[in-house]
């Protein structure tokens, strides 16, 4: 059972527009945290959340955790071709030590 | 600064082949873990290493063994691998000796093709 589901799993677009990416779960989370990662290298921490209900920016992107700690989103304004990557949500239960990850988004900007 | 390395980038060998990745970290991190990540996969944990100790072992296979000679370095040690045991080996970091608060670094990974 994948207790993070990302979707959607791949999404194809035009530089210049908007997307977002979604993560969810039926369990609650302590923390949530978003990785983009590039072919043949490590993920890349973008954010951390850990409250519920917080929104952080980054630049263009914009990381939202649920009320309930069930879930977040990463939503991207004016995607640019450098946004290319797989995105990657991941988070800890309370209590338990082992980071769990998403399914997974796999996200390409065309010029 | 947020930096894990590991070296060596790419690595080739045959299934008689004894050799190890590295992993350093300078950031004062007290928790060290190895994945493994199959293409198209998230990464699949392997170990965790807490305070320089062994904490979790996700009932990996003998013929890869751990090592943390110090707080900031983490080896993995390879011998007798198989031609399924080929991935992208990463290893992390996080501040806290790990645990549901702590926030893990990854290095930029070692891609591994055992033939």
């Known amino acids: 059972t994948q207790l993070l589901e990302q979707s959607p799993q791949f999404l194809s677009i035009q530089e210049g527009e908007n997307l977002t990416v979604y993560c969810n779960s039926s369990?609650?989370?302590?923390?949530l945290q978003w990785y983009r990662q590039e072919p043949g290298e490590g993920p890349v921490l973008l954010v951390t959340?850990?409250?519920?209900?917080e929104v952080k920016k980054l630049k263009r992107l914009t990381f939202q955790f649920g009320d309930a700690r069930k879930d977040s989103s990463l939503h991207i304004t004016a995607a640019q071709p450098g946004d290319t990557g797989l995105y990657l949500c991941a988070g800890h239960r309370f209590f338990t030590d082992k980071l769990i990850f998403g399914t997974g988004t796999r996200l390409q900007v065309f010029p | 600064d947020t930096e894990v390395t590991q070296t060596p980038k790419h690595l080739v060998m045959g299934m008689t082949n004894k050799k190890s990745l590295k992993c350093e970290q300078h950031m004062g991190h007290r928790a060290m873990y190895w994945y493994k990540q199959k293409a198209k996969k998230p990464p699949e944990l392997m170990f965790v290493?807490?305070?320089?100790?062994?904490?979790i072992n996700e009932s990996v296979p003998s013929r890869f063994s751990p090592e943390c000679p110090n707080s900031s370095l983490l080896n993995l040690h390879l011998h007798a691998l198989q031609p399924e045991d080929s991935a992208l080996y990463l290893c992390?970091?996080?501040?806290?000796?790990?645990?549901?608060?702590?926030?893990?670094?990854f290095g930029p990974g070692t891609r591994l093709t055992v033939l």
């Open positions: 959340v850990v409250t519920g209900g």
């Open positions: 290493y807490s305070y320089e100790k062994l904490s």
């Open positions: 992390a970091s996080s501040p806290s000796g790990g645990g549901f608060t702590d926030t893990q670094y």
């Open positions: 369990s609650v989370f302590s923390s």
